[in-house]
């Protein structure tokens, strides 16, 4: 703990009066002797000047402890237990205060900390009736969040000034094929709650597209909307429709006060189309030529008096050029086809789950038991699931009518970029001409009958079939190919079915606010956006060559913690992790191995942090590597910086730690994840949002103020 001012002021003035008090001792004393008398005592006092010096400071020393001590636990205790009972009113729940100090202020301490029990008591008891009274209001939202999470189309709602306030799963994916960097920031430095859409979109683009629907309101249209294509910095190409958010008052019924952005991500279409007319124009510009030397040749054969040897050179004008033409259109047959499999809508889904639903089907229909192998919980399909256990069906079928099948076995299994899909029984052979006309027959199903036949289905998969005899096992099965999802999308999907967060994904208290036209200095620390980082190093030295291993960040917007909205990544430095680091942070030298090196991973994380304000625990060391790094990435880190020790010390001075866990412990804040990255960022994060009121309270409520506040701490002297 710090030496407190007022009590080297004290320490201060007892020793001068203690050399007052010495000096005035002597001079009684001295008044009392004859001339001889004080003579003998200077001289005898003389030789002994340096040992009176020691007693006095050692007085002075123990007087000092002794004040030390009292001045802690009665002058200080009143100060601790104020900022004790600070927390508590900040704390959304109590925790013990642990007080130090005199009898009377633990005393004081526990009945404080019972009054913010009953408080908490009473908080929750209103909390349930708000909870009770606000139910309808909370279903609705959950449907609407459950709404969202389930479209299949990318959907983001904005508030007037372009900051997100809504977006789906769908969007989340979308906004990532549209990042840089996919595999760092996985589009998280495009899209969050509070971010601007403008980071994606141009400002004029969407403004050109506002006032046009205002345009549209207007005039009287009920369901106004506006449509734009645009090119991303990516290189993609969007097609958006936008709708407004029109205010609930019917007074205000045309008031705009937000938009919906459903975007559609274009660039393949567009590219198949720019294909298709490519194929078109070549058919017709090699059909003409073609068609003129044709034209040239069955105008010479009408010659009567054209020699064999002509004819028979013009008649092969003739077949070439046929031939050539044939050889086009068939091209421009298979071309087109291709390009009617890719755009036929495909799902990923489980294989296991396929497998289920043709199981149930078959022995619905069939009356026949069917059994699973190799039942892969991580193999996913791009399948249309319906037209394929409509095949699997229909095969089964055929197979009971004319075979008399007793029971069927499924078997999935991965096969290089395929997979292989089993239809097996056990049974009489059949001839390779029966299974041929099944293939090439429209499936029937009793009365009921579809145009498809499973040869339509499988080129719909852009896959095969075929039928083989297992003669050793009396076995046999159709098999069928079929298209694997790609890694990325098959974790992709796995995020959207396993996504359990959906309330992260809005704030709607976010349609109140608006863009301030002051500075951001200026700005009250409840509005702003906040991006909470730590990083992971070799060492404490960044000036003498220690490396960043690992960055972690999440965002608080709004004063809430948004978890779903995080970055990490870890970082190779290029150089040997020291062994005396590794028991604190956990990474190791093969961890980081194949990683990107940071001047791939700091552009990424300086897009995830644009257009907010950091914050950090002890910033100063976090941005010191980030500082040592601007000129060889080229990034200049100039955004506000906010310290969660510097501003722990303004609101706690009477503190003795200021630690990340003592500060934690003090507003009772779970530690998960310690001395990683990402799990110091969330801890950080939840001590900032602890501290805003805090601040608020001693009348500091901007950004400016807060970071004039830190400056003048005594932790503010730290240099790296």
Avoid at 671 to 682: M, Q, S
Wanted: hydrophobic share 45%.
């Amino acid at each position: 703990m710090r030496m407190d001012r007022r009590l080297l002021m004290a320490i201060g003035v007892i020793g001068l009066a203690t050399v007052l008090w010495l000096l005035l001792t002597i001079g009684l004393i001295a008044s009392t002797l004859d001339s001889a008398q004080r003579s003998l005592v200077a001289e005898q006092l003389a030789s002994r000047l340096l040992l009176i010096g020691l007693t006095w400071v050692c007085g002075l020393v123990a007087i000092g402890a002794t004040l030390r001590w009292l001045f802690f636990r009665y002058a200080t205790a009143p100060a601790r237990l104020l900022e004790q009972t600070r927390v508590l009113l900040a704390a959304p729940k109590a925790a013990p205060m642990n007080h130090q100090g005199t009898k009377e202020t633990k005393a004081l301490a526990e009945a404080i900390f019972q009054l913010a029990s009953q408080r908490d008591i009473l908080r929750e008891d209103v909390a349930t009736q708000i909870n009770q009274a606000n139910l309808s209001v909370q279903q609705e939202k959950s449907r609407l969040a459950a709404l969202m999470a389930e479209l299949t189309q990318s959907v983001v709602v904005c508030n007037l000034d372009g900051r997100i306030i809504l977006y789906n799963s769908r969007a989340r994916l979308q906004f990532k094929a549209l990042s840089q960097s996919p595999s760092l920031a996985g589009g998280a430095e495009l899209v969050g709650i509070g971010r601007s859409i403008y980071a994606v979109f141009d400002r004029q683009l969407v403004a050109h597209a506002l006032e046009s629907i205002q345009q549209r309101i207007s005039r009287g249209a009920a369901s106004p909307s506006a449509q734009f294509v645009t090119t991303t910095q990516a290189g993609q190409l969007l097609r958006v429709q936008m709708a407004p958010v029109r205010n609930g008052d019917a007074a205000q019924a045309g008031e705009i006060n937000g938009f919906v952005l459903m975007l559609d991500n274009v660039t393949r279409a567009f590219e198949e189309e720019h294909l298709r007319d490519q194929l078109l124009h070549s058919l017709t510009e090699g059909s003409r030529s073609s068609l003129a030397n044709i034209q040239a040749a069955v105008d010479m054969l009408a010659y009567p008096d054209l020699e064999d040897v002509m004819r028979e050179r013009f008649l092969g004008v003739v077949r070439e050029e046929v031939s050539s033409m044939s050889g086009r259109i068939t091209e421009m047959t298979q071309s087109a086809t291709q390009g009617l499999k890719a755009r036929w809508p495909l799902e990923e889904m489980l294989g296991a789950d396929v497998l289920l639903a043709t199981q149930r089907r078959i022995e619905a229909r069939s009356k026949r038991t069917v059994t699973l192998e190799n039942l892969d919980p991580t193999l996913w399909l791009k399948v249309d699931s319906f037209s394929l256990t409509q095949a699997l069906d229909y095969l089964a079928l055929r197979l009971v009518d004319e075979f008399d099948i007793k029971f069927f076995r499924l078997r999935l299994q991965a096969n290089g970029a395929r997979a292989q899909l089993d239809l097996i029984w056990t049974g009489q052979a059949m001839s390779t001409e029966t299974v041929m006309s099944w293939e090439m027959d429209s499936m029937r199903f009793g009365a009921e009958s579809t145009p498809l036949t499973v040869r339509d289905v499988i080129e719909r998969h852009g896959g095969e079939m075929w039928f083989e005899r297992e003669r050793v096992r009396h076995e046999a099965f159709f098999r069928f190919l079929l298209p694997l999802v790609t890694v990325q999308e098959q974790l992709e999907s796995t995020q959207i079915l396993q996504n359990d967060s959906r309330p992260e994904y809005y704030d709607f208290d976010l349609f109140r606010t608006t863009d301030q036209s002051s500075a951001l200095d200026d700005r009250l620390l409840g509005e702003l956006i906040y991006t909470v980082f730590d990083t992971e190093t070799t060492g404490l030295n960044p000036a003498e060559g220690d490396q960043i291993i690992q960055i972690g960040a999440t965002r608080c917007v709004n004063g809430k913690l948004l978890k779903q909205e995080s970055f990490e990544q870890l970082v190779n430095p290029g150089r040997l992790i020291p062994a005396a680091g590794i028991p604190i942070h956990g990474i190791t030298q093969d961890m980081v191995r194949g990683k990107p090196g940071i001047s791939e991973v700091l552009p990424a994380f300086y897009a995830f942090a644009q257009d907010t304000v950091l914050v950090a625990h002890n910033a100063a060391f976090d941005m010191r590597f980030l500082q040592l790094l601007e000129a060889s990435t080229g990034l200049v880190f100039s955004h506000p910086v906010l310290d969660t020790l510097l501003l722990s010390a303004v609101v706690h001075p009477n503190q003795e730690g200021h630690s990340l866990e003592a500060i934690a412990e003090r507003f009772n804040i779970n530690v998960l994840g310690r001395h990683t990255a990402l799990g110091d960022a969330f801890v950080t994060a939840e001590v900032w949002l602890r501290l805003i009121p805090l601040l608020q309270a001693m009348g500091i409520t901007t950004l400016r103020q807060a970071r004039e506040a830190a400056q003048k701490t005594y932790y503010a002297r730290l240099k790296y």
